[in-house]
């Protein structure tokens, strides 16, 4: 199984050989088509910004859609979330409302279930963040928000929790951090939540990271070294 710094070492390689992709912007990226990896670090190249996922969090379990609620937490959205969102301040990427919302069929509580009532060997208990009103919704209002996150499923092996993360689409420098981070946070949310034969689960489950575009962009290029 590879792992985030066979991931780094493959993107310093393609700097390296100047194997570049333009994107619609006309902005240089480098990627790696159909990446699967074991994500065993909060960060591939440079360091999270703890105070910013922090706010991120909390903001993805208001369950707000809204990014002025993220501006009221953090002190500001940043330009990404200003990007994506429409001209009323609405995106569709809180992954708080699409997991844990009744309107998206509480995900969550549903993989609880799955996993403690039905059948704890499951491979079921997915939770589902993209849906194909996607194509529509995306552009709502001046909307540029294509949900990133395809789905992530959860596994009991060993009397441990483990997950794959499975992405449309993740830029390695603040999307996989930002993006790791909620997905870790999730994780140790379903280890509290659940039991096994009436035992707590053992602590500590892996993060599979598998993503069909893994990409740096031109402004990132510094890092990747």
């Given at each position: 199984?590879l792992t ?7 993107f310093i390689d ?8 333009d994107d619609k ?6 990627e790696?088509f159909?990446a699967s990896?074991?994500?065993d670090k909060?960060?591939i190249?440079g360091k999270p ?8 969090i909390e903001?993805y379990n208001?369950?707000?859609t ?6 009221e ?8 979330w ?12 809180n ?5 844990f ?7 969550y ?5 799955e996993?403690?009532e039905v059948?704890?060997?499951s ?5 589902i963040?993209q849906r194909p ?7 709502e ?7 990133c996150t ?12 483990h997950c794959v993360?499975?992405m449309?689409s993740?830029d390695?420098v603040?999307?996989?951090r930002?993006?790791?981070?909620w997905q870790k946070y ?5 280890e509290?939540?659940l039991y096994?034969n009436?035992?707590?689960l053992?602590?500590g489950?892996n993060?599979?990271w598998?993503?069909?575009?893994l990409h740096v962009?031109e402004?990132?290029?510094?890092l990747?070294k």
């Amino acid at each position: 199984m590879l792992t985030t710094k066979n991931i780094a070492n493959t993107f310093i390689d393609k700097l390296k050989n100047k194997e570049f992709t333009d994107d619609k912007t006309g902005c240089k990226t480098i990627e790696i088509f159909a990446a699967s990896f074991l994500a065993d670090k909060p960060s591939i190249f440079g360091k999270p910004n703890q105070e910013y996922i922090d706010a991120e969090i909390e903001w993805y379990n208001s369950r707000s859609t809204n990014i002025n609620k993220l501006a009221e937490i953090y002190g500001k959205s940043p330009a990404a979330w200003e990007y994506s969102a429409n001209d009323y301040g609405e995106i569709n990427s809180n992954y708080g409302h699409l997991i844990f919302s009744k309107k998206f069929h509480r995900q969550y509580n549903q993989v609880v279930k799955e996993l403690s009532e039905v059948n704890p060997d499951s491979r079921r208990a997915s939770m589902i963040y993209q849906r194909p009103s996607i194509w529509r919704e995306s552009k709502e209002d001046g909307k540029n928000d294509f949900i990133c996150t395809n789905a992530v499923t959860y596994y009991i092996r060993d009397e441990q929790l483990h997950c794959v993360v499975q992405m449309r689409s993740n830029d390695v420098v603040f999307g996989y951090r930002n993006d790791y981070a909620w997905q870790k946070y999730v994780l140790g949310k379903l280890e509290k939540d659940l039991y096994y034969n009436g035992h707590p689960l053992k602590k500590g489950g892996n993060i599979y990271w598998q993503v069909q575009n893994l990409h740096v962009y031109e402004r990132h290029f510094d890092l990747v070294k």
